[in-house]
C-alpha cells in the first residue's frame, strides 16, 4: 500500500504536471463512474453532475490521503493496496474517446483535453467528494512531520501499553506510517518493534521522532519505495524492509521477521535488541 512517501510523490507529480499533463487549475467537463463501489460519497446519482464544472484549485495530502481542493468541494482519494491515478488524453488522435483500460474504476475529463484516471486493481481504493474533508480525515493523527519531541513523548506515554509497532501504523496516532516506514524507522532508531511505548525513555522517543521524520524525508526524496507491480517509480533503499534473512547493513547479524500484530514485521535482532 502506498504509504506517506508514494502519496507525497504521486500530489507532487500531479501539482507539478508529471504525471502526463498539468491539471492543475483546470475545469472538470465531464466524470466517469465506472464502478459504483469506488465512490464513498456522493450517490453515484449525483456525482457526475456535482463534480462537473469544478476547479482543481490544490492537491495535496493528508495522511495516505490524496487531497484536491475544487472550486466548491474536495475530491478526496485513498489508494489502498493497488489504486494508481494516471494523467492522459481524453481523445485518442483521430478525436474518439480514449478508451478505457481494465481496472479503471473513475475518470475526470479536463478543458484542456486531458483526462486524470484512477485504476484499481483489487478496487479497495475509495474516492470522496464533500465539501468538508474532515467527515472523511477528521480522525487520523497528526503529521509525523510536524511533530514536536514533547508532543510525541506525551502521545507514547498516553498509550504506554501499546506495542511500538502496531502503535506507528496506528492512523489514529500518527497519520501516513505504514508498515514499510514503521520497519525502517525502528531500525534507524534502534528500538525492537514489540517495545512498550509507555517504557521509551524521553531520549529514545526523541531518536525514534528524528527517525521516523528522517526515513520519510528520504522516501520523499528518493519518489518513495518500488513494492509490488503498483508502485514501480521509487528508489528509497529498504535497509529492513523485505531483507529476511540477508545481513543487517550495520553488523551483518541476518535480518529477521516476524508476526507482529498481524503485520509482516522486519528488524535486526542485534541492533534492536529485545
Keep these: 500500500m502506498p504509504e506517506l512517501p508514494e502519496v507525497e510523490s504521486i500530489a507532487r507529480a500531479l501539482r507539478q504536471g508529471e504525471r502526463g499533463g498539468v491539471i492543475l487549475g483546470r475545469k472538470i467537463e465531464a466524470a466517469h463512474l465506472l464502478w459504483e463501489r469506488t465512490l464513498a460519497a456522493p450517490a453515484p446519482a449525483v456525482w457526475a453532475g456535482r463534480i462537473a464544472g469544478q476547479v482543481i484549485a490544490g492537491i495535496g495530502r493528508r495522511g495516505k490521503f490524496l487531497v484536491f481542493e475544487l472550486s466548491q468541494d474536495y475530491l478526496l482519494i485513498h489508494l489502498r493496496m493497488t489504486g494508481d491515478l494516471r494523467v492522459e488524453p481524453a481523445r485518442t488522435p483521430e478525436g474518439a474517446p480514449a478508451p478505457f483500460q481494465p481496472h479503471d474504476r473513475l475518470a475526470l475529463d479536463f478543458d484542456n483535453g486531458l483526462r486524470l484516471t484512477f485504476n484499481d486493481a483489487r478496487k479497495f481504493g475509495r474516492v470522496w467528494l464533500v465539501a468538508d474533508p474532515a467527515g472523511v480525515v ?111 547493513l550495520n553488523c551483518g547479524t541476518p535480518i529477521e521477521r516476524r508476526i507482529i500484530g498481524q503485520r509482516s514485521t522486519h528488524f535486526c535482532p542485534a541492533c534492536q535488541p529485545e
Excluded: M
Excluded at 147 to 167: M, N
Design 138 to 248: 477528521g480522525g487520523l493523527g497528526p503529521e509525523p512531520l510536524d511533530l514536536t519531541p514533547d508532543a510525541f513523548y506525551a502521545a507514547l506515554q498516553k498509550r504506554g501499553k501499546r506495542q511500538i509497532k502496531p502503535l506507528l501504523l496506528d492512523q489514529t496516532f500518527l497519520a501516513g506510517v505504514g508498515n514499510i516506514y514503521a520497519d525502517e524507522a525502528l531500525f534507524a532508531a534502534g528500538i525492537h518493534p514489540l517495545a512498550l511505548a509507555g517504557r521509551l525513555s524521553r531520549e529514545q522517543a526523541e531518536t525514534l521522532r528524528c527517525a521516523i521524520r528522517a526515513v520519510l524525508e528520504e522516501g520523499i526524496r528518493r519518489n518513495g519505495a518500488s513494492f509490488d507491480w503498483v508502485y514501480r517509480g521509487g528508489r528509497f533503499e529498504f535497509r529492513v524492509y523485505q531483507r529476511t534473512g540477508q545481513p543487517c
